[in-house]
């Protein structure tokens, strides 16, 4: 997802608009007041609310009313409950590859996954946006995306958890396949160590280190890359060094990745 400044095309309409703040997600470019309203925001003032910004600062304000006036020209109506949301549904089916679940499902598994509730998501997008004016203003440094202490990093016990859960569950669905055929033949009962095949969970902790390939967060069947390296604990400096070390996967072209990678 990119909250991004573009030229105005209709700058003559608003005086000082020659910016406007325009966001691509869910694989469509849509106007930024259009997506808040899809969250759930009800007002303009509510917006500005939640992008927390200073107003008083004529370039803003005029990012932000030729921003409105973007949004009104794409969607007449947008602020009507739920006309803007149908907008967004119908840019996401006009699309080349449409997703295969309903809009309101994808909206909640891929716009900002790790946030629940689109009060959360709303408040969050305001955040994005207040960084992006204060950085186009001057009163904020713009990040750099290449420094990894601008990167979200999953760590192993985030990813031991979500993997460990995944085998623990896929054991205990072949452990309940297995009495219940004991049951429905009218057979006695094992001890229930007799059922639990403790080598899914082994085996797959094996692959996951071996590979580096770990369970998706919220996807049951997409594995996420990940970095598996060895840690040498022969003395306290040569440990520090191994743990300092970081790589991230860059395409042959040179083009780095996501800044919030992974």
Known sequence: MHVKLVE???????????????????????????????????SDKEVVD???????????????????????????????????FDEIDR?????KFP??????????????????????????????????????????KCDNRDDFRNKRLELADELLERELRVHMRHAEKRMVKAM???????RELYPLDHYLDASIVTNGLTRAFSTGAWAHPFRKT????????????????????DMRKTRQQVSYTGKVGDARYP
């Open 50 to 84: 939640l992008i927390d910004c200073n107003i008083d600062d004529g370039r803003i304000s005029n990012i932000l009313f030729a921003s409105i006036h973007d949004a009104d020209e794409n969607c007449d109506g947008f602020r009507v409950n739920g006309k803007a």
């Open 180 to 186: 219940q055929r004991d049951l429905y033949g009218d």
């Open 8 to 42: 105005n095309q209709k700058a003559e309409n608003i005086k000082g608009g020659e910016k406007l703040i325009r966001v691509y997600c869910l694989m469509v470019e849509v106007p930024i007041w259009i997506l808040f309203f899809a969250l759930g925001v009800r």
């Open 99 to 140: 997703p295969a679940e309903s809009t309101r499902e994808f909206i909640d598994n891929n716009l900002f996954p790790s946030l629940f509730g689109t009060k959360r998501k709303a408040r969050f997008l305001g955040y994005m946006v207040k960084c992006l004016l204060q950085a186009f203003s001057g009163r904020r």
């Open 222 to 241: 997409d594995r996420v890359s990940g970095v598996v390296a060895n840690l040498r604990r022969t003395n306290p400096l040569q440990t520090t060094c």
């Open 91 to 95: 840019l996401i089916r006009e699309c």
